[in-house]
């Protein structure tokens, strides 16, 4: 598969370097969160740790990122994969729990303003890929997300009585807001690659810009935590580096499988990268690739 990206000038944000990447002109999404406060869609607990409701009315074309959090209900989950819905739908979809020692409460989920930091994305990504290899389904590592999370929350030294991954971004509310209040991407921009220290974190590419400005707070949300985690060291990885890293990703054999609702996935992973596309009508509505490590 390949995409044909256009990167505009890299800049450092805090110890973040941000290559943004501009251009497309794709259609229109509505995120979980606007569809949510327009009434569109509910999200509502099964009972089963690996599963919940959407239940979406319609009324548009809904886009639900993977690693995207929904805080609540009987233990906050993070969605394993990225999904399209343009057509109502009611439909049981993949999470996995980010939040170890709770379950108990209601049924019903709220709003969460964060995405899982790039690392734990890997871990959904390649875990995913190997499920849907060996049982066709969207399962995650459970066990690896825990432990990450475990390992985040202590190099933190954020206490959290549940072992919750939001635990983390609250308490770091303040150090993760000045990354986002100081953004400023090129108006074209459909995504980016951010790199902290000498480490590729990742790389978000929407089908436009439109997708990315309603995103990019949540999403630069989980970057901050993932750089917060590697304040020193300055060097950084060359422009061939990032060319590398890319064709990498686009050079791969996709293992191609129907999306959870609608559309088509390509998805790859090994021991260095797990990346991830969601296509609709030979449109790329969103990829994501990370290092594994």
Request: charged share 25%.
């Amino acid at each position: 598969m390949m995409m044909d990206l256009k990167f505009d000038e890299p800049y450092f944000l805090r110890n973040l370097v941000i290559h943004p990447i501009v251009g497309g002109n794709g259609g229109s999404f509505l995120t979980v969160d606007e569809a949510r406060q327009a009434g569109m869609l509910s999200i509502n607990d099964t009972g089963m740790v690996e599963e919940v409701d959407i239940d979406f009315g319609g009324g548009g074309n809904l886009f639900i990122l993977d690693g995207e959090e929904i805080l609540g209900a009987l233990q906050n989950r993070v969605f394993n994969t990225s999904m399209i819905a343009t057509e109502p739908v009611q439909r049981r979809v993949p999470v996995t729990c980010v939040e170890q020692h709770r379950w108990e409460g209601d049924r019903i989920f709220s709003h969460s303003d964060v995405v899982a930091y790039p690392s734990l994305r890997s871990i959904l990504a390649s875990s995913v890929t190997r499920s849907l290899k060996v049982s066709r389904s969207f399962r995650a590592d459970q066990k690896a997300v825990w432990k990450s999370v475990k390992n985040t929350l202590k190099t933190f030294k954020v206490s959290s009585v549940t072992g919750s991954m939001h635990d983390a971004f609250s308490t770091l509310k303040d150090e993760i807001d000045r990354f986002v209040e100081e953004a400023e991407f090129p108006e074209n921009t459909r995504g980016f690659i951010a790199v902290a220290g000498n480490k590729i974190l990742g790389m978000d590419v929407f089908v436009g810009p439109e997708l990315f400005r309603k995103l990019r707070k949540k999403l630069l949300r989980g970057y901050a935590l993932e750089a917060l985690t590697r304040m020193s060291g300055r060097t950084i990885p060359s422009t061939d580096e990032i060319k590398d890293f890319v064709k990498y990703l686009f050079s791969r054999d996709y293992l191609k499988t129907p999306g959870v609702i609608e559309g088509e996935e390509l998805r790859y992973s090994d021991k260095k990268v797990a990346v991830h596309a969601l296509k609709k009508g030979g449109e790329v509505i969103h990829l994501a690739g990370f290092p594994v490590k």
